[in-house]
């Protein structure tokens, strides 16, 4: 369903301060759509700060390589945005998802608006434009942008192809449709460049990250007769292959290559305590409705959630719930 964009075009047009906000462990589609809004905002004459939760991962610092557009938010520096008229989330709805920002966020009586494709969402108080059958948040920052009558940037075009070129897997992925290929044609028409942008995020690998792939791949396992496949890192991975947690991001891709797998699973232990999951389904699983049950949500067929609980527990707890889920 179209999403009307009237309400929060009339916000932006009323404001002349924003914070931009995307989940932590921030990824192609939040990053691509912040950055484009910033673009169109900047050339509407507004200010605005793109602003992420936790740090860039090293895979996106060609983005900001001098780090003077992308901020990191932590709680002690919550004054130094504080000075805000308004506040935009894309790619996420969800408090969990936004991590230390959220007490923030609940701080500050100012209009809030969300961008996002996510089924999973909670409350943030304040205007909720959500597009589940948009195969990327990219996809609605450009509907936005072109509400707010801006014309498209050189800029906001390629990270905007970024977006929508990684949330469909690079147009491999089964939301991945006539239309998708449609914007990605207007995209690159206005000055996207894709053949850089392929060889910066999937052919300039560090050494480090490919050794903890391969870490990741001499421990995958199946379960359910081979429908279920999954592997897990530990802190001690890092320390061990040099990788950091930013390294993680396609591991999920591995075990849901493998042949006759329905749902792929990681476990990432994580440094504060807890346990990070990410899943993929092929069809017959709808993983959103498993990452709810572990705190978490996303698509029926890409997902994630983070449980308090060590990686041994939460792992034999998924995987049961899993297994449960494909026998009904």
């Given at each position: 369903?179209?999403?009307?964009?009237?309400?929060?075009?009339?916000?932006i047009r009323r404001h002349?301060?924003?914070?931009?906000?995307?989940?932590?462990?921030?990824?192609?589609?939040?990053?691509?759509?912040?950055?484009?809004?910033?673009?169109?905002?900047?050339?509407?004459?507004?200010?605005?700060?793109?602003?992420?939760?936790?740090?860039?991962?090293?895979?996106?610092?060609f983005l900001d390589p001098?780090?003077?557009?992308?901020?990191?938010?932590?709680?002690?520096?919550?004054?130094?945005?504080?000075?805000?008229?308004?506040?935009?989330?894309?790619?996420?709805?969800?408090?969990?998802?936004?991590?230390?920002?959220?007490?923030?966020?609940?701080?500050?009586?100012?209009?809030?608006?969300?961008?996002?494709?996510?089924?999973?969402?909670?409350?943030?108080?304040?205007?909720?434009?959500?597009?589940?059958?948009?195969?990327?948040?990219?996809?609605?920052?450009?509907?936005?942008?072109?509400?707010?009558g801006v014309p498209l940037?050189?800029?906001?075009?390629?990270?905007?192809?970024?977006?929508?070129?990684?949330?469909?897997?690079?147009?491999?992925?089964?939301?991945?449709?006539?239309?998708?290929?449609?914007?990605?044609?207007?995209?690159?028409?206005?000055?996207?460049?894709?053949?850089?942008?392929?060889?910066?995020?999937?052919?300039?690998?560090?050494?480090?990250?490919?050794?903890?792939?391969?870490?990741?791949?001499?421990?995958?396992?199946?379960?359910?007769?081979?429908?279920?496949?999954?592997?897990?890192?530990?802190?001690?991975?890092?320390?061990?292959?040099?990788?950091?947690?930013?390294?993680?991001?396609?591991?999920?891709?591995?075990?849901?290559?493998?042949?006759?797998?329905?749902?792929?699973?990681?476990?990432?232990?994580?440094?504060?305590?807890?346990?990070?999951?990410?899943?993929?389904?092929?069809?017959?699983?709808?993983?959103?409705?498993?990452?709810?049950?572990?705190?978490?949500?996303?698509?029926?067929?890409?997902?994630?959630?983070?449980?308090?609980?060590?990686?041994?527990?939460?792992?034999?707890?998924?995987?049961?719930?899993?297994?449960?889920?494909?026998?009904?």
């Open positions: 369903m179209p999403v009307d964009w009237s309400p929060l075009v009339e916000l002349d301060r924003f914070l931009l906000m995307t989940h932590i462990r921030p990824d192609a589609d939040g990053l691509g759509s912040q950055l484009a809004l910033h673009d169109a905002l900047t050339a509407m004459g507004k200010k605005s700060r793109v602003v992420i939760a936790s740090k860039l991962p090293p895979r996106y610092r001098d780090g003077s557009t992308i901020e990191q938010f932590t709680p002690a520096t919550a004054e130094r945005f504080r000075d805000c008229g308004a506040v935009i989330v894309l790619d996420t709805g969800t408090w969990n998802q936004i991590a230390e920002f959220g007490p923030f966020l609940r701080s500050l009586s100012v209009p809030k608006a969300v961008v996002d494709h996510h089924r999973t969402q909670d409350d943030l108080g304040g205007l909720q434009l959500v597009d589940v059958s948009a195969e990327a948040t990219g996809r609605m920052t450009w509907e936005l942008i072109r509400a707010l940037s050189q800029s906001a075009a390629h990270h905007l192809f970024m977006a929508l070129a990684l949330d469909t897997g690079w147009f491999r992925h089964k939301n991945t449709t006539a239309d998708t290929f449609a914007l990605a044609e207007e995209l690159v028409r206005a000055g996207a460049n894709p053949p850089p942008l392929y060889e910066q995020l999937f052919e300039c690998a560090p050494v480090a990250r490919l050794r903890l792939v391969g870490v990741a791949l001499e421990r995958l396992q199946t379960r359910a007769d081979g429908q279920i496949c999954y592997t897990e890192v530990f802190l001690h991975d890092y320390t061990d292959t040099g990788a950091v947690p930013g390294d993680t991001e396609d591991l999920i891709n591995y075990p849901r290559s493998v042949d006759g797998v329905e749902v792929a699973v990681i476990f990432i232990e994580q440094p504060e305590g807890g346990t990070k999951i990410s899943f993929r389904s092929r069809a017959r699983v709808d993983v959103s409705r498993l990452a709810e049950m572990f705190n978490g949500g996303g698509h029926k067929l890409a997902a994630g959630a983070r449980d308090d609980r060590d990686l041994p527990t939460v792992r034999e707890a998924v995987l049961a719930a899993v297994e449960e889920a494909l026998n009904s």
